[in-house]
């Protein structure tokens, strides 16, 4: 099976322009450009079969089975995989939200740190897996802190670092979540307060994400805030909004 952009397609009911699927009944693997493409319907009783390909190549007019694919079947899964992403994410906040029995102080930090994460990760252009679990790891960040609270009396960053990893387990037991995914989190969770070490993009945004909002509820000095941004801010979506909301102009 060969991957072909169609060029142009003489029927007005299909796309005109897209990818389809090309079998070649022989020598497979010849890459295909400048093709048009006109005919009646494939064996699905979809429009469009192989009656007939025009190439400007040096196969012209070998006869090649053609399976379209249906663009609007394919939109449709796409959103409807969009659709199951950003509800993990609903899902997340509401099941936190749930966790946090009423303290709004926890519920508002972890839906302030989730917001500037996932802005700075769609400012960045992080991939969508990696904006997945960073927005995932925003929510649960500081899933510890009842518990610490409790245990140690403080939430003290390291004693956070400890107790989290069976919570944020548990917490994503049941949910359509890879275990791949759960093991990232559990490490960006577990490391949050570790600002020596950052392995990668996720990490680095939730760290800044997370200062961002506890400059604010902390009331951090602005030397403090400055300190922040020549050694631990490094996304340039990170810079501007420290900027935007601390270090503005008099
Ligand atoms: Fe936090």
Redesign the pocket.
């Known amino acids: 099976m060969i991957q072909i952009t169609v060029v142009k397609v003489n029927k007005p009911n299909i796309a005109q322009k897209g990818t389809i699927t090309v079998e070649k009944t022989e020598k497979t693997g010849e890459v295909f450009s400048g093709v048009n493409v006109s005919g009646s319907e494939d064996s699905d009783g979809r429009a469009l079969a192989g009656a007939r390909l025009e190439y400007k190549n040096r196969f012209a007019n070998e006869k090649c089975a053609i399976v379209i694919k249906d663009k609007s079947e394919e939109v449709g899964r796409k959103n409807a995989m969009k659709d199951e992403k950003s509800k993990i994410t609903a899902v997340a906040i509401e099941k936190m939200i749930d966790f946090y029995q009423g303290n709004l102080r926890d519920i508002e930090?972890?839906l302030k740190?989730w917001a500037y994460a996932k802005t700075i990760g769609e400012q960045e252009s992080v991939d969508e897996n990696t904006q997945g679990i960073l927005e995932l790891a925003a929510v649960v960040?500081?899933i510890s802190c009842p518990l610490c609270r409790e245990k140690y009396g403080n939430t003290n960053g390291k004693n956070q670092e400890l107790e989290s990893e069976p919570l944020v387990k548990e917490f994503f037991e049941g949910m359509p979540v890879s275990e791949q995914k759960v093991e990232r989190i559990i490490w960006l969770v577990t490391h949050?307060h570790t600002y020596t070490n950052i392995d990668g993009i996720d990490y680095q945004i939730l760290i800044e994400a997370?200062f961002l909002?506890?400059a604010s509820e902390s009331n951090f000095s602005k030397v403090s805030i400055e300190n922040a941004k020549s050694r631990i801010f490094k996304t340039a979506a990170g810079c501007r909004l420290l900027e935007s909301i601390f270090l503005r102009e008099e």
Do not use: A, G, P, T
């Open positions: 930090h972890f740190v960040h500081d949050h997370d909002v506890n």
